[in-house]
């Protein structure tokens, strides 16, 4: 698209993105993790994966900020650096999820019709199931790795997402500029693509980071129960998992790891909100 | 001035009047200094084009300002009282006592979760505190009042089982539930059709003339205004630039802008051979920019140094019966304006006059269209017969409802017709659907639509949206961007609207983008969809000025959709007036206008004018199509039951013109001339 032609309207946006705490805190948020799983190493204070038998368990200290965990590993180190396989695995998810969910939802509300109506049950009966669940089985069948989480999360929120779009096109394709590019002869792709897509992309990319919201939610679980992530990766739900049997005398293993959760579902679900009322002003 | 005093209270009395809205971080003031009274049992009318302040002004009188919107100074007088002193408890009273608004769109003011006749009682809950029965046997006296034929019925509905102009009718209903002191009109009846705008005007005149409430009537068009109202204010850029009795100002403007814009009209039985149509140069300024100076300088031909220096202030022009303010320097100079792009005027040939032509450049035969909606079918298009000649303007006039949109997609290509129905272009035939129609048959036909904010996809630029069209021609590139350019000068777009995305444009300046790309691709037919019926009637001039230079010069044939009459009759060189999709009549343009007419032609005709030929009631839905004649239901010229058993014949009234009625022409012409002469 063409931000660089209009240079006000471009303004307008960006002014508009920098008046929105809501939109500055989550990105703040988001920003401060994704430095972490870049340069994570570089910032930790103790090596993240040695483990030092002859202090486990040790509660927060001025060596151990937050303590180690079962091996003695700093937990802080951990939690810096636990970031990195789920910003990597959610983000992608839901990027394959958004292209695909996209294409359907253009599709499926452009050409509308039969097809239109037996796919948008079939997305509906969809949305009925545990979508944990669904994931869970499709993991079992294939195997789990860090791909096949990408593969089976994106499949997941393909519907959810291609029947935002859908709606949003059923609108745009009523207007005149539709009619416009068919009558000079453009075919259905470059219509759905050139025409439309930049109109409901604003959409698009607000479910997105609701999704990624939901994504990061979604890999921590599995990882929990050792279908998602797996060790010896510093991952915040791995590390929940391992020391789940603890929380009642060493709370310092768990209680970080799910605060770091936490915050990067907040700070993403604040983006999220920012962005759709940025996008909304348009 | 001074007669504030004696007459009592007037019903509106405002002074010195200075809005301001908050935009961002800056404060625009878009009214200054406005004074006006409107006496007891007066109508005053406000006029002026978008965005000079009308509805603010409107909003203002009732203190219902918009969140970021503040009286900054001045006074607003209600039946005499100072509304910035009221508190909101008083404010409320006089709202639900003293004032009543009706507003443009009528389906958005009424609820639609509610029956008619609960909203009604509200009403007369709120300002007289009758309940159940009572409130309800008020609620269809005044259903009754606003001449509605069967109030217990219309109680009943809901708002959407209402039409339009039903719709209005409740809403001043409402309003003058109360016997406000003051009305307030707020364009009422721009979103209707011309025949029940025509009802819905007469209406208001009748209950004028029994209740002697005042009235403020806000509108864009000078005409109806002028029908309404006993005095005007003209409104540019949120000062009131002229006042005086309507007669007075519409016969004898006193201000540039009131000149400029009476001059933008087409009217008189104008056509476009006589010369173009005049408009004004320039932008109406940002709200509040104009200080120290006149606030119409940048677009006024008569504007002297002095303009620039000093703001003229409303004064009295002296040696009048009646008072008349202008704010202008030169009020005596003003009816001399120089005319803007006269004698320079190319006159358009008349295209069927000029060479011998030997066939029609698109030809429809039996052309149908049937829709289906749950289950029943109605015909959008019926049974249609219909030639365009190259180089001419072919106007399809008729009330919404009667398919000229539906007629104009099938020639596009937009929807398929029903099987049977024959299209051709220049003796080849065509297939019905864009797609399955040759790049060359689709180069030829194009659209400029009604709404270019839809119209225009709002994610391009100007030159993109122009480029993307440009490809039907298949140009090498270096010629692409040249024919881009000529095309973007052609319709007066300068190279740095190129970069400009649709929103960052005017509505007249998207309308010509719109145009540009409807002949990027050499068309030899541009359909127009009332293209300037969203537009002020200064643009639309330019546009109307445009489309004729285009077809002069490209030698395209147009199809000009218009509820505007004057419009159509201005630009068409012949007129089809369809009703309830059927062809009812259609003739060179002066044959039509000069008669005979079919009924429901001379109905459309007669709508302008007071107490001439009204149509009874509103066009039919077309799933209950009448039997016979279509337009038996409201005809006022029905002859008996052969209109209600059979469909009339198309019956020549003189070369060319053809009238779909039983009455044969020579007749409806004598029927017609007595007419005129009881007038």
């Known amino acids: ?282 | 001035m001074s007669s504030a005093g004696e007459q009592g209270a007037a019903a509106l009395r405002i002074e010195h009047l200075e809005v301001i809205y908050r935009v961002g971080a800056r404060a625009r003031r878009v009214i200054s200094d406005l004074t006006l009274t409107i006496r007891p049992g007066e109508s005053y009318g406000l006029v002026g084009e978008s965005g000079c302040g009308k509805s603010t002004v409107a909003f203002a009188a009732v203190r219902y300002l918009a969140r970021n919107g503040r009286v900054n100074r001045g006074r607003i007088l209600v039946d005499g009282r100072d509304l910035m002193r009221l508190s909101a408890r008083e404010l409320r009273q006089l709202r639900a006592g003293s004032v009543s608004m009706v507003y443009q769109d009528p389906a958005r003011a009424l609820n639609p979760t509610l029956r008619i006749g609960a909203q009604m009682a509200e009403v007369f809950e709120a300002s007289s505190g009758l309940r159940g029965a009572a409130a309800r046997e008020r609620a269809a006296a005044m259903l009754e009042r606003v001449q509605i034929p069967s109030p217990g019925r219309v109680l009943d509905s809901f708002p959407h089982e209402l039409s339009g102009g039903m719709q209005q009718r409740v809403l001043i209903g409402m309003a003058l539930s109360n016997n406000p002191a003051l009305l307030i009109l707020d364009e009422p009846t721009t979103g209707l059709d011309a025949t029940v705008e025509a009802e819905v005007l007469d209406l208001i005149a009748q209950l004028r003339a029994a209740s002697r409430t005042s009235v403020l009537f806000i509108s864009h068009s000078l005409a109806v205004i002028g029908r309404m109202c006993d005095r005007i204010g003209v409104l540019y850029a949120g000062e009131l630039v002229e006042e005086g009795a309507s007669q007075e100002v519409l016969n004898d403007p006193r201000h540039p802008y009131t000149v400029a814009l009476l001059r933008c009209i087409p009217g008189h039985g104008r056509r476009k051979q006589q010369g173009r149509l005049e408009t004004i140069p320039g932008f109406l300024p940002t709200p509040g920019s104009s200080d120290g100076r006149c606030v119409f300088v940048d677009r006024c031909g008569n504007a002297t140094d002095r303009c620039r220096r000093e703001a003229p202030a409303a004064f009295e022009l002296p040696g009048l019966a009646a008072p008349r303010l202008t704010r202008c320097f030169y009020p005596e100079r003003a009816p001399a304006l120089p005319h803007v792009d006269d004698g320079s005027a190319p006159v358009p040939r008349l295209a069927a006059a000029s060479e011998p032509v030997a066939r029609p450049l698109l030809r429809a035969r039996r052309l149908s269209k049937t829709y289906q909606i749950a289950g029943r079918s109605f015909q959008a298009v019926h049974d249609i017969d219909l030639e365009l000649w190259p180089g001419e303007t072919l106007g399809l006039v008729g009330e919404s409802g009667s398919g000229k949109s539906s007629l104009a997609k099938l020639l596009l290509g937009l929807s398929a017709p029903d099987t049977g129905s024959e299209l051709e272009l220049a003796g080849e035939p065509l297939r019905p659907l864009a797609g399955e129609r040759t790049q060359a048959q689709r180069k030829a036909l194009q659209i400029v639509f009604q709404n270019p904010g839809l119209a225009l996809n709002r994610s391009q630029t100007v030159r993109s949206l122009i480029q993307r069209s440009l490809r039907l021609l298949q140009l090498p590139r270096p010629r692409r961007e040249q024919r881009l350019l000529e095309l973007a000068a052609s319709v007066r777009l300068t190279a740095r609207h190129l970069r400009d995305k649709p929103r960052q444009l005017s509505g007249g300046l998207q309308q010509r983008v719109s145009i540009a790309r409807a002949f990027a691709g050499d068309p030899r037919i541009v359909v127009c969809d009332e293209p300037t019926s969203a537009l002020d009637v200064s643009v639309q001039a330019a546009i109307l000025n445009l489309l004729t230079d285009l077809q002069l010069s490209q030698g395209v044939s147009y199809l000009f959709i218009s509820h505007d009459l004057n419009v159509v009759r201005y630009l068409s060189d012949r007129i089809a007036v369809l009703y309830l999709g059927r062809l009812l009549e259609i003739g060179p343009t002066p044959s039509v206008f000069a008669g005979p007419q079919h009924p429901y032609t001379e109905a459309l005709l007669s709508a302008g004018d007071l107490g001439r030929t009204r149509l009874q009631g509103e066009i039919p839905s077309a799933l209950s199509v009448p039997s016979g004649c279509v337009f038996q239901t409201r005809c006022p010229r029905k002859l008996g039951p052969i209109c209600e058993q059979r469909e009339p014949p198309l019956l020549q009234a003189s070369d060319g013109h053809v009238i779909r009625c039983h009455i044969p022409p020579a007749e409806l012409q004598q029927l017609q001339r007595r007419y005129e002469r009881v007038e």
């Open chain 1, 1 to 282: 698209m063409s931000a660089a032609d209009s240079p006000s309207a471009a303004t307008d946006a960006w002014r508009a993105a920098l008046r929105s705490r809501t939109l500055l805190i989550g990105v703040g948020i988001l920003l401060f993790w994704i430095v972490c799983a870049l340069f994570g190493r570089h910032l930790t204070p103790q090596d993240p994966y040695a483990d030092d038998l002859l202090s486990t368990l040790a509660p927060p200290s001025w060596r151990h900020w937050f303590g180690t965990d079962q091996l003695g590993r700093d937990v802080f180190s951990r939690v810096i650096i636990g970031a990195r396989d789920i910003l990597i695995v959610a983000p992608l998810a839901t990027l394959l999820g958004t292209v695909l969910g996209t294409v359907l939802g253009l599709t499926l509300g452009y050409f509308r019709g039969l097809i239109d109506d037996v796919v948008s049950r079939v997305i509906e009966a969809l949305q009925a199931l545990p979508l944990v669940i669904v994931a869970l089985m499709a993991l079992a069948a294939i195997g789990t790795s860090n791909a096949t989480v990408v593969c089976v999360i994106g499949f997941v929120f393909t519907p959810i997402i291609a029947r935002t779009v859908r709606a949003a096109m059923l609108n745009e394709v009523e207007l005149d500029y539709v009619a416009a590019a068919r009558l000079r002869g453009d075919g259905a792709l470059a219509v759905m693509f050139i025409e439309i897509l930049p109109n409901v992309l604003p959409v698009a990319v607000v479910e997105m980071t609701v999704r990624l919201g939901y994504a990061i939610f979604f890999v921590a679980s599995l990882s929990f129960i050792g279908f998602g992530i797996q060790p010896p990766s510093a991952d915040w739900g791995i590390a929940i998992a391992e020391n789940y049997s603890l929380i009642g005398s060493y709370w310092w293993t768990i209680l970080f790891d799910a605060a770091a959760t936490a915050s990067l579902i907040v700070g993403v679900n604040l983006v999220a909100d920012g962005l759709g009322s940025v996008l909304e002003q348009r």
